[in-house]
């Protein structure tokens, strides 16, 4: 899975692009009092996030935040100034970032973007870039608005987390009635600490990854057969497994975790279709 880089993108651009409808609300002197407090909590934020720390940071003020007394405000201006206001071209800049898709699934284009600290339970980070983060409708909705004190479900985070170049996303072939499915699975590395692995594992059944890429497989297995079958016919099995392997390390080279790493390397192991399962579809 593929993230974008740390957006460049500060707190105060992005105040200073919503003034104009702060203003018009009669906003925008209480917002340029508060700005002070929403660049210190800007910069706890990098750092704990840098530092690996970003969940104590968070958990230390869960509760806290939500009973702010401007919290109605500031939702209201990411709502309404930066999403549908003045702040929009900031607001696309920051989706436009994700050029590997959602950053949740790493299929779907990301249309939205998810506060990765819910802006209802941390407000005074609704309008902070580095909590923005591009994702598709189906998965922001799906993770909600909630905050788990539970380390173990943290969700991972596009712009601090780190699940390396080793592969950690699999896939088997199951020969069903005229056709075949993909089971995708995640097994992390042997060196990740508990806890990584843990939230790895929550992050692909919380998601539902393993559906989603199922049918993702399956769609683009429709559209592949015919090519697989010729090369079968063609020039045999074990040259069928090399085109399917070479096709699958491309694809790694971007992305070692990508759904379609995932499914070739699986197709290149699999017998049955090796040996001319395709024509069975």
Avoid at 31 to 50: F, N, S, V
Avoid at 160 to 187: H, K, M, Q, T, Y
Avoid at 237 to 255: C, M, Y
Wanted: charged fraction near 25%.
């Amino acid at each position: 899975m593929r993230w974008p880089q740390k957006p460049t993108i500060t707190v105060e651009e992005i105040v200073k692009a919503c003034t104009p409808w702060l203003t018009k609300q009669g906003w925008d002197e209480a917002m340029q009092t508060r700005l002070p407090e929403l660049k210190g909590q800007e910069r706890r934020y990098r750092a704990q996030g840098e530092s690996g720390n970003l969940f104590e940071l968070l958990l230390s003020e869960f509760g806290g935040q939500c009973n702010d007394e401007e919290k109605d405000r500031l939702i209201a201006t990411y709502d309404r100034a930066l999403v549908g206001g003045g702040g929009r071209k900031l607001y696309d800049a920051l989706k436009a970032a994700a050029i590997y898709g959602c950053t949740i699934c790493g299929v779907a284009k990301p249309e939205t973007i998810d506060h990765h600290a819910p802006k209802t339970i941390f407000p005074l980070l609704a309008l902070t870039p580095l909590n923005l983060v591009p994702a598709c409708g189906p998965c922001n909705q799906g993770k909600g608005r909630s905050f788990s004190t539970d380390p173990a479900r943290e969700p991972f985070h596009p712009y601090f987390d780190d699940l390396g170049s080793n592969r950690w996303l699999f896939a088997d072939i199951r020969p069903v009635n005229e056709g075949a499915v993909a089971e995708f699975s995640v097994c992390p590395p042997k060196d990740w600490p508990k806890l990584k692995a843990q939230r790895l594992a929550h992050h692909f059944t919380s998601n539902k990854l393993g559906p989603m890429f199922m049918f993702e497989a399956s769609r683009h297995l429709a559209a592949r057969r015919r090519k697989d079958a010729r090369t079968y016919e063609r020039s045999g099995p074990e040259a069928l497994r090399l085109v399917l392997v070479d096709d699958a390390e491309s694809i790694a080279a971007v992305d070692p975790n990508d759904w379609e790493t995932a499914w070739l390397y699986a197709l290149a192991e699999c017998d049955w279709y090796l040996n001319g399962g395709m024509n069975e579809i």
